[in-house]
């Protein structure tokens, strides 16, 4: 499955255990629910722009929207992701070790709020 796809179900599963309907986040966007479906479904590229407003409607932190794969991840309902990681975490299908994979998402913050270091 490709990096598209998987932050597309990733990003359902949080809407659907949040409670949220696609029309309230549609809504919350300020677009279609057709769009809004086609970005959930893995049929329309999810920008990062578009990552960070849907976490500020999920009430998290944006990097909670990217997917990481493992298989003991969790959600915990309200504010992102815990679990127990294994020691061969995978992000974007690329192996890294979590230091790595904290330091890239501090500099893609970084790039995102101006903070550029």
Do not use: C
Request: cysteine-free; charged content about 20%.
């Amino acid at each position: 499955m490709d990096i598209n796809k998987l932050t597309a179900s990733h990003i359902k599963d949080i809407r659907n255990k949040l409670g949220y309907t696609i029309e309230y986040v549609a809504e919350k966007l300020d677009i279609a629910n057709s769009t809004y479906s086609s970005f959930e479904n893995g049929h329309t590229e999810i920008t990062l722009k578009r990552i960070v407003a849907l976490a500020q409607v999920f009430d998290m932190p944006w990097t909670d929207l990217l997917p990481v794969t493992n298989n003991t991840q969790t959600f915990n309902g309200h504010n992102g992701l815990n679990g127990n990681y294994n020691t061969n975490p995978t992000l974007n299908n690329f192996f890294s070790d979590p230091e790595n994979i904290s330091k890239t998402m501090e500099l893609i913050k970084d790039v995102l709020t101006g903070n550029k270091k």
